[in-house]
């Protein structure tokens, strides 16, 4: 009988495999380029500049300084840490932990930033125009990352020498931009490149827009989605329609949400003022909230907030959403839309689990499990750079195996495994183990004993070292 301590250092040291993953290789990059947009994406929503067009290379690179905790002073923060993936790269905590405190305001999602009608100006308060002049920000921030010169803390000078310093960065850098040389302005282009390339666009609500023709205008909003519940389609009324008022109250039609977060990117066009949240998480009174992100993926695939709503966090429901919209209290900043909306919303129970029903339709599953958008670190913090000029290659644990279906139901199968025999391993996002099990071949595992989530698998080779590591989503 192992004791209680073996049993953990045992779990311990599951959690620390779990983790390790910490290769590129520069011989098959991931696609960052040419992914598949639904079709009411045309060329003239992509915002990306004409200058710095997602390429693999630097996309790859914009990757690894994404999740690197080596661009915080004190080494322990990376802007994953406030972004992570498993929360479609917002965060279940009220606020994000820096080097030096917590973040003032909520981390906002990441969501489709490459094209217009998802995002257009950046931050909360719309204070940033581009991508690449926002992505090295957070680093120079004294309470995010701490390069920031504040009170003798260093900075970004000093945090170009010490990446000079790490051998991955010289083959990623030479590799992406033809010369080992560091600047901001490189760091600022690749991690734009990255977070650009985060898409979501494999929501129920996308298969249902496209049935009925979707169209970049958001035509055919209205129209019923096929493959949508009535209490979805309901919801879905509610939201693209205005409200029936007599003088403020609202005596029936929808509930105006449209108006600001517009399909169906379900953004905030920029001209946007306040909704009436004016308080800052720690009590002070702010009126230039005019943004939200857009309102994709506010729900995770197993059907939980993936965090608190509004830049405060005031809403720790969605049906908290609803009771700030239900009785709108004016100031001097609120966008003259709200009008729109009145005084009362008289929001019935079933309307309120329309609305909420059709909000979980616009959650996608791919923006979660895609191992592109995922930590190419080990636990312990390091990377090996592979392939491009130098020519190793493991035997297993850079080969491409892909799950499916993801989501998956009772079933889930493994492509691209070539042995014979193969153990997996299935841990939830706490990184508990939840489920062992023997992969032959092509047969399928059996997950149907499993909640609702997103969940990491991590496939070995019997008797072998390799493995790989791979997540879907349960439903
Ligand atoms: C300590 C937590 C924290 C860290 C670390 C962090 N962020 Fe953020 N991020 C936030 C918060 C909070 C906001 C909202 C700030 C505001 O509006 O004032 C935000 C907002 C953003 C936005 C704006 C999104 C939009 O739709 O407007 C982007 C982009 C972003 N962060 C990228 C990054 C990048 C890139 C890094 C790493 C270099 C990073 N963040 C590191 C907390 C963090
Ligand atoms: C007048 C414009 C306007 C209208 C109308 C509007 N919103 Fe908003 N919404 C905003 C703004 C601005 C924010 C960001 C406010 C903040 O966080 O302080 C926001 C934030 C949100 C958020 C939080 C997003 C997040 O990531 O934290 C949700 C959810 C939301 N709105 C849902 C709705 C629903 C549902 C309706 C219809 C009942 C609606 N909104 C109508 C402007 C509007």
């Known amino acids: 009988m192992p004791t209680p301590t073996k049993i953990k250092i045992i779990s311990l040291l599951f959690m620390l495999l779990l983790f390790i993953s910490g290769t590129i290789d520069l011989d098959d990059l991931f696609d960052y380029e040419n992914q598949e947009v639904p079709a009411y994406i045309g060329p003239e929503l992509d915002r990306q500049p004409v200058d710095n067009q997602v390429d693999n290379k630097i996309a790859t690179l914009g990757r690894v300084l994404f999740y690197d905790k080596k661009l915080s002073s004190d080494n322990s923060v990376s802007c994953a840490s406030c972004h992570d993936q498993n929360r479609a790269f917002g965060l279940t905590e009220l606020q994000g932990t820096g080097v030096n405190g917590l973040s003032r305001r909520r981390p906002m999602r990441l969501v489709n930033l490459r094209y217009k ?21 957070p680093i120079k921030d004294h309470v995010e990352m701490g390069y920031s010169g504040v009170n003798g803390a260093p900075v970004f000078s000093d945090l170009i020498g010490d990446l000079e310093d790490l051998a991955y960065y010289s ?29 979501s666009f494999d929501a129920r609500f996308d298969a249902g827009y496209e049935a009925v023709g979707a169209d970049d205008d958001g ?32 005596i029936g039609g929808g509930v105006g949400c449209f108006h600001c977060h517009s399909g169906p990117g379900f953004h905030f066009l920029p001209e946007g003022q306040n909704n009436g949240v004016i ?21 995770g695939p197993d059907g939980s907030l993936n965090g608190p709503l509004f830049h405060n966090g005031q809403a720790e429901t969605f049906d908290e959403v609803v009771d700030h919209y239900d009785m709108l209290i004016p100031n001097i900043h609120s966008d003259g839309r709200l009008e729109i909306l009145g005084s009362n919303l008289h ?22 499990t895609d191992e592109k958008y995922s930590d190419p670190f080990d636990a312990d913090g390091n990377i090996e750079v592979i392939g ?14 892909v799950l499916f279906p993801n989501p998956a139901q009772n079933f889930i199968k493994f492509e691209g495994l070539n042995a014979e025999i193969y153990d997996a391993e299935i841990y939830d996002v706490n990184g508990r183990l939840v489920l062992t099990a023997e992969i032959f071949g092509k ?9 609702k989530g997103v969940y990491s698998v991590r496939i070995a080779e019997k008797g072998g070292e390799g493995f790989v590591l791979r997540k879907f989503v349960k439903n």
């Open 443 to 451: 047969t399928a595992t059996d997950v149907s004993g499993l909640e």
């Open 117 to 137: 009608k998802f995002t257009e100006l950046f931050f909360w308060d719309e204070r940033t125009e581009t991508l690449e002049e926002l992505a090295t920000q």
């Open 279 to 299: 308080t800052e998480i720690e009590g002070d009174e702010v009126l230039t909230i005019t943004k939200s992100p857009s309102l994709r993926d506010i729900f």
């Open 347 to 368: 929001l019935s129970p079933t309307e309120r689990a329309d609305l909420e029903a059709f909000v979980k339709t616009l959650t996608g599953v791919n923006i979660y």
């Open 388 to 401: 491009g000029t130098v020519n190793i290659r493991p035997a297993f644990g850079t080969q491409r195996v």
């Open 219 to 250: 035509a055919n909003l209205t129209v019923d989605f096929p493959n949508f519940t009535s209490e979805e389609n309901r919801g879905k009324l509610l939201f693209f329609t205005d409200p029936n008022l007599f003088e403020t109250e609202r």
């Open 171 to 199: 083959s990623l850098f030479t590799f992406a931009y033809g010369d080992n040389a560091i600047t901001e302005d490189r760091i600022g282009r690749a991690l734009a490149q990255f977070m650009r390339s985060i898409q």
